[in-house]
């Protein structure tokens, strides 16, 4: 079992950055990619970004490439989301996840994944 828990989401305006964190736990040496989701109000759970549990390689989806980061701390078991420039239609509740698949670049969907943390809300105001 792999545990994964999420934090540092909130309220930030538009332009600003945020960085989320996400810590795995537990049975860690099943992961082999781990990633980001994220889910507005009546909407799918969209494809954020996407990371191989090496670092490498790495994958970001269209509406946040150039300025979101995912990066990680081998030490710490704890993958991190830098979000900057942040627009009013990035607002949803963040979700990082956890799988089994070693083809990271093609773990763009939900099912594709094992474990899933609660999810962090943020908010961007205009």
């Known amino acids: 079992q792999v545990l994964v828990a999420e934090s540092g989401g909130g309220s930030v305006q538009a332009g600003g950055s945020l960085r989320l964190s996400c810590a795995y736990s537990?049975?860690?040496?099943?992961?082999?990619?781990v990633g980001w989701f994220r889910q507005a109000p009546g909407k799918d759970r969209e494809f954020v970004a996407v990371?191989?549990?090496?670092?490498?390689?790495?994958a970001y989806g269209d509406s946040v490439k150039g300025r979101f980061t995912i990066s990680r701390d081998n030490a710490k078991n704890t993958v991190y989301l830098q979000m900057n420039s942040l627009k009013p239609e990035d607002t949803a509740v963040y979700y990082c996840?956890?799988?089994?698949?070693?083809?990271?670049?093609?773990?763009?969907?939900?099912?594709?994944?094992?474990?899933w943390g609660q999810g962090t809300q943020v908010t961007v105001s205009s």
């Open positions: 537990g049975r860690t040496r099943s992961i082999y990619t």
């Open positions: 990371m191989s549990w090496s670092g490498d390689p790495v």
């Open positions: 996840a956890a799988g089994r698949d070693l083809r990271t670049l093609t773990m763009t969907s939900r099912g594709q994944y094992d474990w």
